[in-house]
Nanobody, 114 residues
Framework: QGQLVESGGGLVQPGGSLRLSCAAS????????MSWFRRAPGKKRELVAF????????TYADSVKGRFTISRDNAKNTVYLQMNSLKPEDTAVYYC???????WGQGTQVTVSS
């Protein structure tokens, strides 16, 4: 079935940076596109970023373009989300997703506050 485990969340001040990691196991990671989603309190789940299996195609939500960067290391079975210039409205639980397997991680909390 597979497993995804996120890490790297935490509390950061506005303007700060965080890097999220998602370690995949029990499936052939290099064959799968990956996504990062987030859910803020009281809001619907939002697709933040998407990357194809080779990294050849990457897309971002308009709200994070120019600030967030998705990347992957197929040798390490890991996808990353580098988040810069963080804003309070980026506060959410961030989830890693393998869309073709409908596989989700447990989520990692990101809180942007002074």
């Amino acid at each position: 079935q597979g497993q995804l485990v996120e890490s790297g969340g935490g509390l950061v001040q506005p303007g700060g940076s965080l890097r999220l990691s998602c370690a995949a196991s029990e499936f052939t990671f290099s064959n799968h596109a990956m996504s990062w989603f987030r859910r803020a309190p009281g809001k619907k789940r939002e697709l933040v970023a998407f990357i194809t299996n080779t990294g050849g195609t990457i897309t971002y939500a308009d709200s994070v373009k120019g600030r967030f960067t998705i990347s992957r290391d197929n040798a390490k079975n890991t996808v990353y989300l580098q988040m810069n210039s963080l804003k309070p409205e980026d506060t959410a639980v961030y989830y890693c997703n393998a869309p073709r397997r409908d596989l989700w991680g447990q989520g990692t909390q990101v809180t942007v506050s002074s």
